[in-house]
């Protein structure tokens, strides 16, 4: 034991450790892809600051009005090799050149303002003078390179793929340990199935001594019934963990052979009462004996609610697709807070037991039966009911 509780725990340590370094990779490369980028900006910037300068010093040397961008030097230091997106305008916005702009964008005027007021958003449009004339100048306006592009949306990009790695370690972690812990519980029921079995033989035969005696046969038969139920939960047990078939049942029986059996056995000032053989037959495929169980296990939380005084009413109801019983009691009630926690492994407001028998219901019913148990209204003080919902067969 000691050893597999280590061993737990290093599988545990090995999966934070896991994630731990993963988040670390991601944040280093966020960071680094920043830097990366803010580097490229800055260099982008610079670029368009010397053509600017480039621009205004043939300026000098420019006679007759002619543009700086039409000099050939000028032209290829703009051009060639950079994929640095602009459009070079006047004062009044006509477009003298640009670069990488498409002529559908170039030639419609309500979509060039729009590519120039991005541009403008992006990065500081650039003033270029006109030497020849002090009233004129040029105007620069840049956007992002594609290259800038991928480095701006890589982050984000990053984000979703270590967010992606994160929750899947998370659902690997908790499916493991999931799987684990059914196991556990799978490998507690066999066993307690198996030591189950040599006590309840001993007691059969105990049973068939007594009704050989001269003792009051009455309490031999209720003897009988209980040793019944009993070797039922063993079959229980054992069945939890297997492949378990699903036939057609008479659902207002099965209920009823459980309401029969424990209105028997509840204290003198609580009432059961039950509706399904009064009522027309409904079908569902089920497992009997584990059905059963869960009926049982609700009727005993109802009981432990009352806490000897009150009532339990089950009641079975239909629709065309479903057939719902109900398990209502007149108990302490469930806050509606714990109406989804009372389903959890482990969870109890009992000052014994481990918490389990809701948690098993609710995986019988929902992994093997395919319906739904839930509680369906509560109020603490006034009572609790449970519902099961499965699907509806005809015969």
Avoid: C
Wanted: hydrophobic letters at 40%; a positive charge.
């Amino acid at each position: 034991m000691k050893f597999k509780l280590r061993r737990n725990l290093f599988s545990f340590r090995n999966r934070v450790v896991v994630i731990v370094v993963g988040v670390s990779l991601g944040a280093v490369s966020l960071l680094y892809t920043n830097n990366m980028a803010r580097k490229l900006r800055e260099k982008e910037q610079h670029d368009v600051v010397l053509w600017a300068h480039a621009m205004e010093r043939i300026n000098r040397d420019v006679l007759g009005g002619s543009t700086p961008f039409q000099d050939p030097l000028v032209s290829d230091i703009m051009s060639t090799g950079n994929n640095i997106p602009f459009i070079i305008t006047d004062q009044d916005l006509k477009v003298l050149h640009s670069h990488l702009i498409p002529d559908e964008i170039i030639n419609h005027p309500g979509r060039l303002r729009k590519q120039i007021d991005r541009f403008t958003e992006e990065n500081t449009p650039i003033p270029v003078k006109v030497l020849w004339s002090a009233e004129h100048y040029h105007i620069i306006f840049y956007g992002r390179s594609a290259l800038l592009k991928s480095l701006y949306y890589f982050p984000y990009i990053q984000i979703l793929v270590i967010t992606a790695f994160v929750a899947l370690g998370y659902v690997a972690f908790r499916s493991s340990k999931h799987d684990e812990q059914n196991r556990v519980w799978i490998g507690l029921a066999k066993e307690t199935a198996h030591q189950l079995g040599t006590p309840t033989s001993s007691l059969l035969g105990w049973i068939e001594y007594l009704r050989s005696q001269d003792v009051d046969q009455t309490a031999v038969d209720e003897m009988q019934k209980d040793l019944a139920h009993l070797m039922k939960i063993v079959d229980r047990f054992s069945k939890i963990g297997s492949e378990t078939p699903l036939t057609p049942a008479n659902i207002n029986e099965v209920v009823g052979e459980s309401v029969m059996y424990f209105r028997k056995r509840i204290p003198r000032n609580v009432t059961l009462d039950y509706n399904g053989l009064a009522i027309a037959p409904v079908q569902a495929n089920i497992n009997a004996a584990l059905f059963e169980w869960v009926v049982e296990n609700l009727m005993k939380n109802a009981l432990d609610a009352l806490q000897g005084h009150g009532a339990i009413d089950v009641r079975i109801s239909s629709d065309e697709q479903h057939v719902m019983v109900d398990v209502k009691d007149t108990g302490k009630g469930i806050p509606k807070g714990n109406w989804k926690l009372i389903f959890e492994p482990g969870f109890t407001t009992k000052t014994r037991g481990w918490g389990l028998g809701l948690s098993l219901s609710r995986r019988i019913i929902e992994e093997y039966h395919q319906g739904k148990i839930a509680v369906i209204d509560s109020e603490p003080g006034k009572g609790t009911t449970f519902r099961i919902t499965l699907k509806r067969i005809f015969a």
